[in-house]
Structure formats: C-alpha cells, structure tokens
C-alpha cells in the first residue's frame, strides 16, 4: 500500500484548426471588418451567427444580411470571474442576445457590475476587441446602451 | 408561419457549396477568413488512487506491479483495482517480469506537433507481458521499427537508475530480446490466458 497519495499535473490539449466555409467565413471576415452578419433562412427570418443549412429545413442557405450592433438580451446567467481560460479579465454575465434585425439568438458575454445589473429585455451593444483577427472574440462583448427595452 | 420542409429532387445530389450572396462590399474586398484556431485545453490534477499509486511506486524501483482478479485468475497491469471482467476489487499483487511479446503495433509515419521527441517513424505497441491477462503501450526502440513482427519478445529498457521517478515512463521503450517469435496460432482474447502464470 502506497504511504502517499499521488498527484500530477495532467494536461489533455486539443490544438484543432477549422475550415470556416463560406457562410462562417463570411461571419468572421464581417467581424474582422467590424460588421456583423446574418443569414436569411428559406423562411424570411434572419439567423445570426449563421449557419450554412436551415435548421429546420436542411436547405443550404447563403444569403448574407448585415444586422445591428444593438441587440435585446433574451437570456441571461451570471457568470461570475473568468477561469483561468476564458478571455476576460473581469466578472461576466452570459447571455443570449438577439440583434436588432435577427431573429435568433447569439451566446456572448455582457459587461456590467453584478447581476442586478442585468435583466431579461435590456439593451445591449457590440464592445469590439482592440485587435480584430477574424474570430468570434473579436467581439470583446457586450456593454449596457442605457436605454430601456 | 411555419417552415416549410426542404423539398429536393432526389436525382439531383446536394449542393456541396453554399453559393453566399449579400456581402456588404467592405467585406467582401477583403482577404476572406478561411479557417480559425479552436484549440481545446483541459487541465487537470490527476490521482491515481490506490491500485495505480501502487504500480507508480514500484516503478521507482524499476518493478511492475500488476493486481490479480480473486474470480477469474486475470492478471491486468497497469492495476485498477477492479477486474473489468468479474467486476470485483483485485488484491493479490503478482509482480511480473519486464518481459513479454509484441502482440499488436503500428508504425507511424507522421510526426506528431506535440510530441517532439517523438521522431518518426516509430513502432508503438501493445505489449503482453509474460503473466500477464492484458497489453499495454509502449514503444519498441533499438531496433528498426519494420523488423518488428506479432509475437517479436521484447524486454524493458529503464531510465538510468538516477533518473527513476514515481512514473510510468520510467520505461523509455521495449528493445527486442532477441528469441524466437512467440508463434500466436489465434487471436487471443481475455479470459483464454487467466491460466497463463
């Protein structure tokens, strides 16, 4: 019987690289140039971030629509202070945000003080990052318009 | 309104291409993202409990320890302290030798970013040792990795003495013995060699 208990560091990495394709790929390119993009689904209604197929329908989709960079927080959780592997250096709230001119939801984090700084309806707008590669963290987050819903 | 489900002709082969449409010409003049890095990295404090804390000492002092299984007789090594096949708690300690036969491997040919040391082509295997029930994975080194065969005996090559650690790598690879294959007349699974001693 061993006297000790054991431990050791153990790393598992992963270091994938992806194809974007042209639909993500747009996206990305639009928020390397500070714009952000959607995609019309078969049924009228814009899906941002985009996919390249229709959810419901399977229908390849392509048509590019610029949409705000204001947007409504649909859905929220605090988030609390960043692990050591996530991009911030403050406490975060995760939230679900349609933007104005989307019908869908995007996941990203919102910058306010605590959580009663948040609430379901408020109003949200792009913070960029300062250097911008063509990534989804070219979005640095989200910060509170100040006014109401 | 609801979607309406895709309608596709079934003789026509889906679109591999999405044909993208709408790009604000500020975007679209420029050079287009084609791939992105999403690198995934989990870190963990690893303990191997009591069976594998066992096998890690022992390795220190260039022994291998494995657990027998009180049902079956199966010798596993590297321990768990559970037989996978009777799903009991092993106990009896068999130390076996640092010798066995190759019994499955694969030459690799790529060179691996994260494995520097690792210089292709090299020959990594599953490795039987003599008494034990179950292989486990090392690399057959000192020899050209073509020259090894199913049933090629193989023996432990050991860090030097001063450089054993509580650590499974203290076995550097397995260099052939140079003795006669051990003939495999089937393809043998566990539970035909709990007998094997």
């Known amino acids: 019987m061993a006297d000790e208990v054991l431990q050791a560091p153990l790393v598992l990495e992963y270091p994938f690289t992806r194809t974007t394709g042209p639909v993500v790929g747009a996206f990305l390119t639009g928020l390397r140039e500070g714009v952000v993009l959607g995609v019309r689904r078969s049924d009228g209604t814009v899906m941002c971030p985009p996919l390249e197929y229709d959810p419901t329908t399977s229908e390849p989709i392509g048509e590019m629509v610029e949409v705000g960079q204001t947007g409504t927080v649909v859905s929220w959780s605090w988030g609390g202070p960043p692990r050591d592997q996530q991009p911030f250096d403050r406490d975060v709230a995760w939230a679900l945000i349609t933007l104005d001119g989307a019908d869908s939801p995007m996941l990203h984090a919102v910058f306010v003080d605590g959580p009663s700084d948040m609430a379901t309806g408020m109003r949200v707008q792009v913070q960029w990052a300062d250097e911008r590669v063509g990534h989804i963290a070219d979005i640095a987050g989200f910060v509170p318009t100040g006014e109401n819903a | ?197």
């Open chain 2, 1 to 197: 309104m609801p979607a309406q489900p895709f309608q596709q002709d079934p003789s026509v082969p889906p679109s591999c291409v999405v044909e993208v449409t709408g790009v604000p010409e500020k975007v679209a003049s420029t050079e287009p993202v084609q791939s992105v890095r999403t690198p995934i990295r989990m870190e963990y404090t690893y303990t191997p409990g009591r069976a594998l804390s066992d096998y890690l000492v022992a390795m220190k002092d260039k022994k291998i320890i494995a657990e027998r299984c009180p049902e079956t007789g199966q010798v596993f090594v590297p321990p768990r302290g559970v037989s996978p096949v009777a799903g009991v708690v092993t106990a009896g300690k068999v130390e076996l030798p640092a010798t066995g036969y190759v019994e499955s491997f694969n030459i690799t040919r790529v060179p691996i970013a994260t494995r520097p040391d690792l210089e292709p082509p090299y020959c990594s295997a599953w490795i039987l040792l003599d008494g034990a029930s179950i292989s486990f994975m090392g690399l057959v080194i000192n020899c050209e990795p073509e020259s090894v065969k199913l049933g090629t005996r193989v023996r432990a090559v050991w860090k030097p003495d001063d450089e054993l650690e509580m650590a499974a790598t203290n076995i550097l690879g397995w260099e052939p013995t140079g003795e006669p294959d051990v003939e495999i007349p089937d393809i043998e699974r566990i539970g035909q060699k709990g007998d094997l001693e």
